[in-house]
């Protein structure tokens, strides 16, 4: 009944970590709202 008890506790914490790390919300497509705009960027909006 221990174990049982053991492994279930285990379980739980291994699967409460994985939604944490799963569902972060970074997409590591976009750009960085904090980064400064390229001058390339720049140059296409003028044209």
């Known amino acids: ?4 008890k053991g ?5 739980s914490v ?4 994985g939604l944490l790390v ?3 919300g ?3 497509d976009e750009p960085d709202p904090t ?3 390229s001058e390339q960027r ?3 909006n003028n044209n």
């Open 26 to 28: 970074v997409d590591e």
């Open 1 to 4: 009944m221990k174990i049982e």
């Open 42 to 44: 720049q140059d296409e």
């Open 7 to 11: 492994i279930f506790a285990l379980t």
């Open 14 to 17: 291994l699967f409460s970590v």
């Open 22 to 24: 799963g569902c972060n």
């Open 35 to 37: 980064e400064e705009p």
